[in-house]
């Protein structure tokens, strides 16, 4: 995949003007990642409202496509069902980003915003919902991620 | 082609690797030289004839491979202590790395010497390698780890030294000798100098320094040394330390095994002599034995002229950098006070982002913290872009480099 093909308008834009970009005070979901290897870092606030995504907001330092992929994942799971927000896998971010060949080095900054929603998930099935079977497999998916 | 200093045509032919393209068709311009260097023809030839004409096991068999394989293996230690001027060929250890033998330090000397509420000085521009060590080492004591900070210009504050010194408590100061950040070459004399005052220890992390200038340990006057290999045209997997021979006597082994013991019974052993006390199990023979064509290819071109290649090569790279818009360096201005390593911030494209676009044009730049998060926040950035200069490098070359960033500025639209 070409920075041209990467680097688009719409990238450039979420990245420079993130959408839902804060703090969320008193969250049922605040989870937070970082990429080892590059020292980006992702932090996840959610509320849940009758089985819905009543509110998600995310803060974090890192490149373009770590960035702009955290923004629009907010804009994807804002308002939709809990059921949804779980199923969502690799494939829905890297459509949602229009970024489908990104070699080795760079998918992991597509998909830490995912790996950082999982991870909320997860706490928030094992803490609040008590719904172990359903949290493993969250926490299966996030890790298989990379 | 040419810095007028050495003969870079020449030179380039020795390395096989910089005729290949990336991204298909384009030539590879190389400028990730501190995170390692390539490797001479010369370099390659004499491990793989060790491994098609002697290889064996070192010191113990009678045989005739085995004395050809001790012998160049040995020879090895010769040279390294001929390069950086040490006393006594049994001051070199040879470890995996610079991480490896900073490690060895603060286990062996640092268990049996520092204690409760001994302070341990190092720097803000350090590299994770001569920071995480230190702090294992504090925690498991009770010890204090404290830092030297860095002024505006990429140096560091001796004011700090002096003050942690006066309190008396202070058992070892360890720095690099040249950062692999900002390229800021440490005023070492001076530090050991004020360090001697109080009898403390000094350790220096030449893993930057000995790649690109001349290092006398006579003038150092430091107490331990660590260096790496692979930074300076040798294989990956070895390193050195020197210590003072009376450090080392005086130090427990780090690690128990063969070829480091004189005699071993039930429950009692004794140590080899120096330094094969610290050189436990089969070494890394090959690339000990590649590390001497290293060290013969560097003495042949000679480190002052390695120097001043880099010091002009770097010259052209920042007078041109400078004068791009939106373009932040960082580290000494100074060409004569730092090494061919020039971290910068273009705009607000990541590092991450820069180094992908220009990649592209088949340059290769390292992006990110450098093992260096306490200086990234010192300098309040997550990341850096960084491009660093070798023997091999041409003018050229920057010129490649800076046009590819003129590149990603347009795709950012900056």
């Known amino acids: ?117 999982k991870s909320g998930l997860y706490s928030y099935l094992v803490d609040k919902l008590k719904d172990t079977a359903s949290a493993d497999k969250i926490k299966e998916e996030a890790s298989g991620l990379f | 082609m040419q810095t007028s200093f050495i003969n870079i045509e020449n030179i380039r032919n020795d390395f096989p690797i910089l005729k290949r393209k990336v991204h298909k068709d384009k030539p590879l311009v190389y400028l990730d030289n501190a995170a390692t260097t390539q490797k001479p023809i010369q370099v390659i030839d004499a491990i793989s004839n060790y491994y098609l004409t002697y290889n064996s096991n070192i010191h113990r068999a009678v045989h005739e491979l085995a004395e050809e394989a001790t012998l160049a293996y040995e020879a090895t230690r010769d040279k390294v202590a001929k390069f950086i001027n040490a006393k006594n060929r049994e001051e070199i250890v040879f470890v995996r790395g610079t991480t490896e033998a900073i490690n060895l330090v603060a286990y062996a000397w640092g268990r049996q010497n520092v204690n409760k509420d001994d302070i341990i000085v190092t720097t803000e521009y350090e590299h994770h390698s001569n920071i995480v060590p230190w702090q294992l080492l504090a925690k498991e004591k009770g010890a204090k780890l404290e830092y030297i900070g860095v002024d505006d210009n990429g140096e560091l504050i001796l004011d700090h030294l002096d003050k942690y010194l006066a309190t008396g408590k202070v058992k070892i100061v360890t720095f690099s000798q040249m950062s692999n950040v900002l390229g800021t070459i440490t005023n070492s004399e001076e530090i050991v100098k004020r360090c001697k005052k109080y009898g ?113 090569l770097t010259k052209y790279a920042l007078d041109k950098l400078s004068q791009m818009k939106g373009i932040v360096l960082y580290g000494p201005k100074d060409v004569t006070k730092r090494g061919g390593v020039i971290s910068f911030n273009l705009g607000d494209i990541h590092p991450h982002d820069l180094a992908t676009i220009i990649d592209e044009d088949g340059i290769a730049i390292r992006s990110g913290h450098h093992c260096a998060q306490v200086l990234m926040e010192r300098l309040d950035v997550s990341a850096t872009s960084r491009a660093s200069f070798y023997i091999y490098n041409t003018k050229e070359e920057v010129d490649v480099f800076i046009k590819s960033l003129n590149r990603a500025k347009e795709l950012f639209k900056l």
């Open chain 2, 200 to 312: 403390v220890r000094v350790l220096i992390d030449g893993a930057q320094s000995v790649p690109h200038l001349k290092v006398d340990l006579q003038k150092l006057d430091c107490d331990f040394f660590a260096f790496s290999a692979h930074k300076m045209l040798g294989p990956t997997g070895v390193g050195i330390l020197w210590a003072r021979k009376e450090l080392l006597q005086n130090m427990v082994p780090f690690n128990g095994g063969g070829d480091m013991i004189r005699e071993v019974h039930k429950y009692e052993t004794t140590w080899n002599d120096l330094p094969y006390k610290f050189e436990a199990g089969t070494p890394n023979i090959a690339d000990v034995i590649g590390f001497a064509a290293a060290i013969d290819y560097l003495d042949r071109i000679g480190m002052d002229k390695v120097r001043e290649h880099e010091m002009e």
């Open chain 1, 1 to 117: 995949m070409s920075s041209a093909d990467i680097y688009r308008e719409i990238i450039l834009d979420y990245y420079r003007n993130p959408r839902n970009y804060g703090k969320i005070t008193d969250p049922d979901i605040a989870q937070r990642d970082s990429n080892p290897l590059c020292g980006d870092e992702l932090e996840m606030h959610l509320n849940i409202k009758d089985d819905k995504v009543a509110d998600v907001k995310f803060t974090g330092k890192g490149c373009a496509i770590s960035q702009a992929s955290a923004s629009m994942l907010t804009e994807l799971i804002m308002g939709k069902d809990f059921e949804y927000v779980k199923k969502l896998t690799k494939e829905d971010i890297l459509d949602n980003l229009g970024l489908h060949d990104l070699g080795p080095a760079r998918i992991k900054c597509a998909l830490l915003s995912l790996k950082v929603l």
